[in-house]
């Protein structure tokens, strides 16, 4: 049973060396789901089990973990390559091109809160473009539900925020 596990990690792998940006947990587990692949605790085990050996790495804001390769990762990638046969690797292939676009672009709005020193919150949102920053504001507002409030909006009307403000700044 220790095959199909390494070809999931190894899976895990390939995808985010194809991608060429982050992807969240439920972007790697869709990917084996749609494919019909492994159930949903295999993935999430296959993706820990990479995490816990330094293959990838994750990132989290708000309720949102992102993971990327490692050196480590690409490293043991090219180790193992030829365990991706070539029909996943048209899955792969076929999964990115039909999801790339809208995968990049929920990665891209980021929102976090933490508690500030001096009483209530400071709420961080960002829109970034291959990894550069396009948009970053913070604001300070009163109770916990505000900034949760702030940050599950900024994913569904960030981009209207971003228009907003290039408008008023360029007019």
């Not at 895990?12 to 439920?26: A, C, P, T, W, Y």
């Amino acid at each position: 049973m220790a095959e199909p596990n390494l070809i999931y990690k190894i899976t895990i792998l390939e995808l985010l060396q194809r991608s060429g940006f982050s992807l969240s947990n439920s972007q790697i587990t869709d990917f084996f789901l749609e494919g019909d692949l492994t159930d949903y605790f295999t993935a999430q085990q296959a993706i820990s089990d990479d995490e816990e050996a330094g293959l990838i790495v994750s990132s989290t804001t708000h309720n949102n973990t992102t993971y990327s390769i490692t050196e480590e990762g690409k490293k043991t990638l090219e180790l193992f390559k030829e365990k991706i046969t070539k029909p996943l690797s048209k899955d792969i292939n076929k999964y990115l091109k039909a999801n790339s676009i809208t995968m990049k672009e929920e990665n891209s709005y980021r929102a976090t809160y933490f508690k500030a020193d001096r009483g209530g919150y400071v709420v961080q949102l960002r829109i970034t473009e291959d990894d550069v920053p396009a948009l970053d504001v913070s604001f300070h507002v009163a109770t916990k539900q505000q900034a949760e409030t702030l940050c599950n909006n900024w994913k569904v009307r960030g981009d209207d925020v971003y228009m907003a403000l290039m408008d008023i700044l360029m007019s």
